[in-house]
């Protein structure tokens, strides 16, 4: 049995080795990525089994990605290899023209990921799973993509399969309208939701964190998590309310952090630990993402993020 099942795109990403705007840029090197393959290796290596839905091209790059998950334990069983379609790539600019911030070029648009489809979501997959995870991106990359992640949502409701959404909007792949006219339906049968301010006005019109968490719990969402970058997190249930700090670290890259931040976050919720532990694993997760160029590559295990808090108690102790 899974422990958690998501469906979406995975890239292979081109991470400059030096800052800057990319025209400048000689030396890339390249990384396995996405949001939704970032939580699956998030969930793996937190010690639970998770698998993904997805295509990628019958090339080279199709053949790096299937590679790199199965690596991290990842179940790959309904990964499909597409002929006619390639396997996405994008690059990211660090660090301009905004220090500490990073941004994304995609080239993507006729992925072989594009190209899933209802028939590829196998609802016996989807039902033997506890938990099924999408984000606002999947259904953002193609009307069969949307039709895919609605009927896996569907299976997962009928089943009382637990569901979490990241609504992770992308402008560059469609408008906050159409974000708004497809999401919202969506979060309304989600348990647990992920959202940052900048989506929250999109969907909801509403920026303030305590009142984005109210509105979500109102739609009938179990959990709200409002995650706000370098300020730390926001967690609601009907029962309490809990806000925990962001880890101050040294940024190389930030894109992936929101990724691991759920990934540490569920992981959490499945061992049965409490809210406020929880949202102080998601930010020490995401803390540990930004310090290196690449999504996973310091995505933390459990015994990871609880070496790192030690060491973050230390050093607040010693500087008292």
């Known amino acids: 049995m899974l422990d958690a099942v998501t469906i979406g795109e995975v890239?292979?990403?081109?991470?400059?080795?030096t800052a800057g705007p990319l025209r400048h840029v000689t030396y890339f090197e390249k990384h396995a990525a996405g949001a939704e393959a970032n939580f699956a290796v998030g969930m793996s290596r937190m010690g639970f089994q998770a698998g993904i839905i997805t295509r990628v091209g019958e090339d080279e790059f199709g053949r790096y990605i299937i590679g790199v998950l199965r690596g991290e334990g990842v179940d790959t069983s309904r990964v499909k290899t597409d002929k006619e379609a390639p396997t996405g790539i994008y690059f990211i600019q660090r660090h301009y023209p905004i220090p500490g911030k990073s941004s994304v070029l995609y080239y993507r648009r006729g992925s072989a990921a594009s190209?899933?489809?209802?028939d590829d979501v196998d609802a016996d997959y989807v039902r033997s799973a506890k938990l099924l995870h999408l984000t606002g991106i999947t259904p953002a990359l193609s009307?069969?993509?949307?039709?895919?992640?609605l009927r896996a949502l569907e299976i997962a409701v009928e089943s009382k399969v637990t569901v979490s959404i990241d609504t992770n909007i992308r402008l560059k792949l469609w408008s906050g309208e159409?974000?708004?006219e497809t999401l919202t339906p969506m979060l309304r049968k989600a348990d647990i939701i992920f959202t940052e301010p900048q989506d929250a006005e999109i969907l909801l019109g509403e920026k303030e964190p305590e009142k984005i968490a109210k509105t979500l719990l109102s739609?009938?969402?179990?959990?709200?998590?409002?995650k706000l970058g370098e300020e730390g997190a926001l967690a609601c249930t009907t029962e309490e309310t809990v806000r925990r700090p962001a880890f101050k670290v040294p940024v190389e890259d930030v894109i992936g952090a929101g990724d691991a931040f759920a990934a540490g976050f569920v992981s959490s919720m499945m061992r049965?630990?409490?809210?406020?532990?929880?949202l102080e694993i998601g930010n020490a997760a995401g803390a540990l993402v930004v310090t290196v160029r690449g999504d996973i590559e310091n995505i933390p295990s459990f015994d990871d993020v609880r070496k790192f808090l030690a060491?973050?108690?230390?050093?607040?102790?010693?500087?008292?």
């Open 11 to 17: 890239m292979v990403q081109f991470n400059p080795v």
């Open 115 to 118: 190209k899933t489809k209802v």
């Open 143 to 149: 009307e069969s993509c949307k039709e895919a992640c």
């Open 178 to 180: 159409e974000a708004r």
């Open 219 to 226: 739609m009938g969402a179990k959990t709200a998590v409002v």
């Open 272 to 278: 049965g630990l409490n809210l406020e532990d929880a």
């Open 311 to 320: 060491s973050q108690r230390r050093e607040t102790v010693a500087m008292r």
